[in-house]
């Protein structure tokens, strides 16, 4: 199916991987009675398939003819029955609904042809990124000049501006292949590491204060995700790592607080793992089936359940651990009209995990290859708890978890779809699939073919992230220019990735350029990084808005300040004397370029040499400034 355009987009249902996207106007005023809650009249409007079929009636669409199709008939002012009932549907939505019936032709789906896979990422991405940008009829933007292209990649591979010297022996370096090695360098280095850990702790636990947490207790979690950048562990091995909560190592120790941290809250563990590893939501598939994506059903929400409620949390001697009971957890759950159903271990392929040895609904020691303590086995007296200080971890013989991390890491097409989106987001500033965590029929990706070669790649080259980023890093879109091309009249969509799209700094990569940029050696400060969490974006935000709250901190907050007074740059900026001196050494630490000739007069028209006041001023216009605050 050929739509118009992302707004008379609508859902084709197909055997295999749902891709399209659906109409709005649909989702907005019909799936609510007409999709995954309640099908009222028998009728399904989640998908093409499903309209076709109709419900209790005839068809709901007739593709080619809105006039005859019901689903148009039914939004009339006159219509009797009239959709939706106590609403109108206002002139532009009727016209847009009629012209995508009218236009809507039915044709077998389009099987993905993937290029050959024993070529580079890097190649496959230009290639597929400028044929969509040929079949649009898109001029994309030039390339970046290599000020712009060091301070994007500095960003997005350190989480940090670049220091002067590091601006400075970039362009002076005459080496062709420069901005390769560069990406190899950094990419190599624990800042790397580092930065990629702060991301992914977010990502898996959100920050600590969103969850109201101490993030002092999160030290060996970090360590954890350290290492595993640093020495570049696979990410099913990660996978693995996180789900299973079993470390065979002092480095692997931290990667128990996934679910540790979690409280023993199923529901919540089953929620994160799919959002995080499988880029899904599936919370609102509790109660009934998904409201709009019907490939996500309510087992699907329960089978995740299943596979972590055998799980408690304990303390053993080696730290925080989570236990794993080998009995019971047989749940059933309902739906909004009370037909209940058996949780099974189920994937979102549908493939269900048969338990070893057959349903276990006693706990017993010989159920375990290690066991826990007897009294784990019978009755609680009142008031008496469950032991949870352990000397050793209990494991069962079958383990749901050690089921479930094989099933996520092995043969598992969205455990890699879904990584392979959040770096490209990461790097790009949108994914392929965007909302990164609403990979669902929903929502399809923007060049489906690219996200299957890319998943295929990264599954075939060992699941090998740095890889993966330093390929992304050196392809042609990421190193576009941030303005559109001149020739390309309306600014091509951002899904097009015709330019570098403009991405606001998250927290931690704002405090550490502001102290590269002021001057300390040292970019990382951890109660200011806390502080401006609590304020600036959020990383994989739908949607940028800045806050009155950001305003105000940048403006007028004496934290901004002293940060200003305080730093090495204004007391060495205070030493110098030649006014155009000031400006260029102002711009280059800050913005990390030179000023052109109108923001050099301009500047010299306001700063004063030795006027420490004056120069306090220049430097907080240029930190508060668009410019600093966005990787473009």
């Not at 360098?185 to 850990?197: I, Q």
């Not at 996520?408 to 990584?419: M, Y």
Request: net charge neutral; proline share 8%; with cysteine.
């Amino acid at each position: 199916m050929k739509t118009l355009s992302r707004t008379l987009a609508f859902a084709l249902s197909v055997s295999g991987p749902v891709s399209s996207q659906v109409h709005p106007v649909i989702i907005d005023n019909c799936t609510k009675c007409h999709g995954g809650v309640k099908q009222k009249g028998g009728l399904d409007l989640r998908t093409i398939e499903a309209a076709l079929e109709g419900g209790e009636t005839d068809t709901a669409l007739i593709p080619g003819d809105a006039e005859k199709s019901p689903l148009y008939q039914v939004v009339q002012v006159d219509s009797n029955p009239h959709m939706p009932p106590k609403k109108q549907l206002p002139p532009e939505e009727i016209e847009a609904l009629k012209a995508w019936i009218t236009d809507l032709k039915i044709t077998p789906p389009k099987e993905l042809v993937l290029p050959d896979p024993a070529r580079q990422p890097a190649e496959i991405i230009n290639q597929l990124i400028s044929q969509k940008w040929q079949e649009e009829q898109i001029a994309p933007a030039p390339s970046s000049d290599d000020a712009t292209f060091v301070r994007r990649v500095h960003l997005d591979l350190l989480g940090r501006i670049p220091r002067v010297s590091e601006l400075n022996a970039f362009l002076a370096d005459q080496n062709p292949q420069k901005r390769n090695l560069l990406v190899d360098r950094l990419t190599n280095s624990d800042e790397h590491a580092d930065h990629l850990a702060h991301v992914f702790n977010i990502v898996f636990l959100d920050r600590a204060h969103v969850r109201k947490r101490n993030p002092d207790h999160r030290t060996s979690w970090l360590n954890y995700l350290r290492w595993a950048f640093k020495t570049n562990r696979p990410w099913d091995q990660i996978g693995r790592d996180l789900v299973l909560a079993r470390p065979k190592s002092d480095q692997e120790r931290g990667a128990s607080w996934f679910l540790y941290d979690q409280l023993d809250d199923h529901s919540q563990i089953a929620t994160r793992v799919s959002r995080t590893l499988l880029g899904k939501q599936v919370q609102c598939a509790q109660c009934h089936d998904h409201p709009v994506a019907p490939e996500i059903e309510q087992r699907h929400y329960w089978g995740l359940v299943a596979f972590f409620n055998r799980s408690l949390n304990v303390k053993t001697p080696q730290g925080p651990r989570v236990a794993e009971r080998a009995g019971g957890g047989y749940d059933q759950f309902a739906n909004l009209e009370g037909k209940t159903d058996q949780s099974q271990l189920i994937l979102y392929s549908n493939k269900i995990i048969p338990e070893a040895g057959g349903k276990q609904s006693k706990d017993s020691p010989e159920l375990y290859s290690v066991a826990p303590p007897e009294q784990w086995f019978r009755k609680l007296k009142k008031d008496e708890k469950l032991k949870k200080d352990l000397s050793n971890l209990p494991v069962p013989k079958f383990s749901r978890r050690e089921a479930f991390a094989q099933a996520l890491t092995s043969d598992n097409p969205d455990f890699s779809r879904a990584i392979v989106n959040r770096i490209w987001a990461l790097m790009f500033g949108r994914g392929l699939v965007h909302p990164v965590d609403l990979m669902d029929s929903a929502h399809p990706a923007s060049h489906p073919e690219l996200l299957a070669w890319l998943a295929r790649d990264f599954e075939k080259n060992g699941y090998n992230l740095r890889r993966l980023i330093r390929q992304i890093a050196k392809s042609t879109p990421y190193q576009l220019n941030s303005r559109p091309a001149p020739s390309a009249g309306q600014p091509p969509l951002d899904s097009f990735f015709a330019r570098a799209l403009d991405k606001p700094l998250s927290a931690e990569a704002l405090t550490r350029s502001l102290r590269i940029a002021l001057g300390h050696e040292e970019p990382n400060d951890k109660p200011l990084r806390n502080q401006l969490a609590k304020i600036f974006p959020d990383l994989f935000a739908e949607n940028f808005s800045p806050s009155v709250q950001q305003t105000m901190f940048l403006t007028n907050g004496p934290l901004f300040e002293r940060l200003i007074t305080d730093s090495p740059l204004l007391d060495k900026l205070k030493g110098i004397e030649d006014p155009q001196v000031l400006v260029r050494e102002t711009f280059l630490n800050i913005l990390t370029r030179e000023p052109d000739e109108e923001e050099k007069e301009r500047s010299l028209s306001f700063v004063e040499a030795k006027n420490p006041s004056s120069i306090t001023q220049f430097c907080w216009a240029l930190l508060t400034s668009a410019e600093f605050r966005i990787n473009h």
